[in-house]
C-alpha cells in the first residue's frame, strides 16, 4: 500500500538559509498535518490543511510557512534557520472528512532529518 | 488545556511477559485516543485508537489498551511481550467533539519501552 512520502529525508542548512521540505500524502486522503520531533522529544504539531485549506495552527514559527497544492502534496517553506530548527519534520496524512473531527488515525511519513549547522 | 502524561520514561520487560504502557490526559469534552510506536530513525506506526465504545480496544501486532474514563486513563498493554516490541512508545489525543477538520495531535513525552530476552 501507498504510504506518505517524505524528501529530501536529510537536509543540512547553514544559519539563515532557507529551507523546503516536501510531503506526498496517500492517495485519497484530504488532510495533511505537519510535525516537529527535537531531540528525545515528542512530536509537536506545527500545521494541517483539508482540502488544500489550513485548516488548524500550532506551535509554528512566523518565520515558517506552508501550502497545500492542487494535487494535494503539501510544502514547509523554512526561512532564516536557527540551530534550535534542528529537528525531526513529520508529514502525516489522514481521510477526515468533515464530520468525523479527528477520529481518524494519521498515517506518518519517515521524516526529514534537518541539521542547521 | 488539553495534555497526555506518560509517567514512565521507560519499562523494561522479559520476554514473554505482560507490558503495560501507561498513559492519562486531560481534555475537555470527549477525546480520541492513539498509541504510535516510534522505531529508530523511523516515523510513528498507527497501533490503535479509542473512539468510542468498547473500553478495550484492540489493535496491532496484539496491542490492546483500556480506556478508562474515571481515571482518565489509556493504557497500552500486550499479554506475552516480544524483543522486537522494543521501541518508544506515544500515547496521543485528539481533542473531539469539534466539526471540521481539527484533528491534530498531541502527544505524551513518549516511553521507551525494553523487552529483555
Known amino acids: 500500500a501507498a504510504g506518505v512520502i517524505q524528501s529530501p529525508r536529510h537536509l543540512i542548512k547553514e544559519k539563515r538559509e532557507t529551507a523546503t521540505l516536501k510531503c506526498y500524502p496517500i492517495?485519497?486522503?484530504?488532510?495533511v498535518y505537519w510535525y516537529q520531533q527535537g531531540p528525545g522529544q515528542d512530536p509537536q504539531f506545527l500545521i494541517s490543511?483539508?482540502?488544500?485549506?489550513?485548516?488548524d495552527k500550532g506551535s509554528i514559527p512566523d518565520r515558517f510557512s506552508a501550502q497545500q497544492f492542487s494535487d494535494y502534496h503539501s510544502e514547509l517553506n523554512m526561512s532564516s534557520l536557527e540551530l534550535g530548527d534542528s529537528a525531526l519534520y513529520f508529514c502525516?496524512?489522514?481521510?477526515?472528512?468533515?464530520?468525523?473531527?479527528?477520529?481518524?488515525?494519521?498515517?506518518f511519513g519517515p521524516g526529514t532529518r534537518l541539521t542547521v549547522l | 488545556a488539553q495534555s497526555v502524561a506518560q509517567p514512565e520514561d521507560q519499562v523494561n520487560v522479559a520476554e514473554g511477559n505482560p507490558l503495560t504502557v501507561k498513559c492519562t490526559y486531560s481534555?475537555?469534552?470527549?477525546?480520541?485516543l492513539f498509541w504510535y510506536v516510534q522505531y529508530p530513525n523511523r516515523g510513528l506506526q498507527f497501533l490503535l485508537k479509542?473512539?468510542?465504545?468498547?473500553?478495550l480496544v484492540k489493535g496491532s501486532y496484539g496491542f490492546e489498551a483500556e480506556f478508562n474514563k474515571s481515571q482518565t486513563s489509556f493504557h497500552l498493554k500486550k499479554p506475552s511481550a516480544l524483543v522486537s516490541d522494543s521501541a518508544l512508545y506515544f500515547c496521543?489525543?485528539?481533542?473531539?467533539?469539534?466539526?471540521?477538520?481539527?484533528?491534530?495531535?498531541?502527544f505524551g513525552k513518549g516511553t521507551k519501552l525494553s523487552v529483555k530476552p
Open positions: 502525516a496524512s489522514s481521510l477526515q472528512g468533515w464530520a468525523s473531527a479527528g477520529g481518524n488515525e494519521q498515517f
Open positions: 492517495p485519497r486522503h484530504d488532510t
Open positions: 490543511f483539508y482540502e488544500k485549506m489550513q485548516s
Open positions: 481534555v475537555s469534552g470527549n477525546p480520541y
Open positions: 479509542y473512539i468510542t465504545g468498547d473500553n
Open positions: 496521543a489525543v485528539s481533542p473531539g467533539d469539534y466539526g471540521g477538520s481539527q484533528g491534530n495531535l498531541i
